[in-house]
């Protein structure tokens, strides 16, 4: 595949990913409330369960879940659940700022799972391959994968230091509040997304 190929790839990822979604409300929400390197590995898994879920999907993933009955409804009510869930967790958050226990920090498996409940990876996975892939072509979807790989890390790491940066400005418990609960309501506002959209899970 040629560079004219490439450079439309990495400007499709750049896009994809750094615009905002469940997993950047997140990676922002982990940066203000963690320590940088846990908002990294929460980005770490994250990235790789997207591009776990991108080959899978370039490999007929999601032509399959159109054959599965019901299927498409069980991911779909699943990703609402565990959206609402971590929209409760931030909610109800305490605003007391961590730098050492990572008991509640958004892990590697937490960042990778919830790409597969993410309406915005789905629809980010089907639409990327159906336009610079011919489908099924493992060669054509390794190699978009290996290019979105670390626009993907980097475009949610920015996320991550952006939620630091904010940190300095929201050291008091009751201002720190108050954004996550902006957060909160952001991330339970995309479930509507994912209840809506007729191409995510």
């Known amino acids: 595949m040629s560079l004219s190929m490439i450079l439309p790839m990495s400007a499709f990822a750049l896009a994809a990913s750094i615009s905002p ?64 869930y971590l929209s409760y967790r931030l909610a109800f958050d305490n605003g007391e700022l961590s730098t050492s226990d990572s008991s509640q920090a958004p892990g590697f498996m937490t960042g990778a799972l919830m790409q597969w409940l993410n309406p915005k990876a789905w629809l980010a996975s089907a639409s990327g391959i159906a336009a610079y892939t011919d489908g099924n072509n493992l060669s054509q979807v390794t190699l978009f994968a290996s290019v979105y790989l670390p626009i993907c890390w980097l475009s949610l790491g920015t996320w991550v230091y952006a939620g630091a940066f904010l940190r300095r400005y929201v050291q008091r418990p009751v201002v720190l509040r108050s954004v996550n609960r902006i957060l909160a309501v952001l991330l339970a506002a995309s479930c509507l997304y994912l209840v809506d959209s007729g191409l995510s899970p």
């Open 21 to 84: 979604g469940p997993v950047n409300l997140m990676c922002l929400s982990s940066g203000t409330r963690y320590r940088l390197s846990q908002g990294l590995i929460f980005v770490t898994g994250a990235t790789l369960g997207f591009i776990a879920l991108f080959i899978a999907v370039g490999m007929g993933l999601y032509s399959l879940l159109a054959l599965v009955p019901g299927l498409q409804d069980l991911l779909r009510w699943g990703g609402v659940a565990f959206l609402l």
